[in-house]
Nanobody, 124 residues
């Protein structure tokens, strides 16, 4: 499956932004999906994940209560609603699809397919 992330941009502290990730070339609905980010001073780290049905979601502690991950399988699209953004949220955000029946949702190497990344910059 090919993934295309979009929606990044430059915002101010406290603003909101919604990222999208559209899948093509495969059966989007069979994949668990995740968002990771790579900041200026961090490696690629887990942000949020969602099961293939959308029934279960997971969040990193740093974004819990501020971010919402969701998906629309009819549109082959994954979303990340980001609220109350902080400068430390500045990063390139990547969407990813898992291709295993069992996987660790917060481990990047357990995901097989990756989007190209979209840059989110939060100014103070």
């Amino acid at each position: 499956v090919q993934l295309q992330a979009s929606g990044g941009g430059l915002v101010q502290t406290g603003d909101s932004l919604r990222l999208s990730c559209t899948g093509s070339g495969g059966t989007f609905s069979r994949h668990g999906m995740g968002w990771f980010r790579h900041g200026p001073r961090t490696d690629r780290i887990f942000v949020a994940a969602i099961t293939w049905s959308g029934g279960t979601t997971y969040y990193a502690n740093s974004v819990k209560g501020r971010y919402i991950i969701s998906r629309d399988n009819a549109k082959n699209t994954l979303y990340l609603q980001m609220n109350s953004l902080k400068p430390e949220d500045t990063a390139v955000y990547y969407c990813a699809a898992a291709d295993k029946g069992y996987y660790n949702h917060d481990v990047s190497t357990d995901y097989s397919y990756w989007g190209q990344g979209t840059l989110v910059t939060v100014s103070s």
